[in-house]
């Protein structure tokens, strides 16, 4: 695994249904999917919190810490076909029927997923979006790790990374001057309090010079 790992991921994150499919999940539908999202995501929390005190160290090249990415790989491929599996029968998961821990578990499995699937699945989730199923915030996260992994700046400011020396460091950003204002679009926070929350979090200073290019 790369040593670049996101520090916002670690903290911490629909379309209308296919032609003759109901309109809402059956009560039973509804609680399995639920439950499974739930699960899903309680397993992507976990295996991540075992990446803090190596997020703190900057250890990134020792044993121990392959052997957790190792082990977050396998969980995230699993979670992923399972979201796959949920979108076929049912659509994006709705988070006004699913519950909004069983949404942002959803969220949170494919902003973990390989750049592919990122893409494939970000049309449907900016419909969600529109439609009020799922939130900005999440879209702007989406966005911006899929323009990073194609190496573009980001656009919101949300991704931060820990290079091989372990300095956590804001990704390069596009028009920073007027980033804010596009945060505050999507009911973001302002990036200084953004910024200052994850430091509060893990414990070390990020270095914020890609705002000030």
Not at 5 to 21: E, K, M, P, R
Not at 66 to 71: F, I, L
Not at 154 to 173: E, I, L, M, Y
Request: overall charge neutral.
């Amino acid at each position: 695994m790369n040593a670049r790992v996101c520090i916002a991921t670690l903290l911490s994150l629909v379309i209308a249904f296919a032609s003759g499919t109901s309109c809402c999940f059956a009560a039973e539908a509804q609680a399995d999917v639920k439950g499974k999202l739930t699960e899903m995501g309680i397993a992507d929390q976990a295996i991540r919190k075992k990446l803090g005190p190596f997020l703190v160290s900057g250890k990134f090249q020792t044993e121990e810490f392959k052997d957790v990415a190792k082990e977050m790989a396998a969980i995230d491929a699993r979670n992923l076909a399972e979201l796959k599996q949920i979108i076929n029968l049912h659509g994006w998961p709705d988070a006004r029927i699913v519950g909004v821990d069983a949404g942002n578990s959803a969220f949170l499995i494919l902003q973990h997923s390989p750049l592919t699937a990122q893409k494939e699945y970000l049309p449907m989730f900016r419909e969600a979006v529109s439609a009020g199923k799922a939130r900005g915030v999440d879209l702007a996260m989406l966005e911006d790790r899929i323009l990073n992994g194609d190496g573009k700046p980001q656009r919101f400011g949300t991704q931060v990374s820990a290079g091989p020396d372990g300095k956590p460091r804001v990704n390069p950003v596009e028009d920073p001057k007027n980033l804010d204002s596009r945060r505050k679009a999507l009911g973001m926070p302002p990036i200084k309090e953004y910024l200052d929350r994850l430091e509060a979090d893990i414990g070390r200073s990020i270095d914020r010079s890609a705002l000030t290019d």
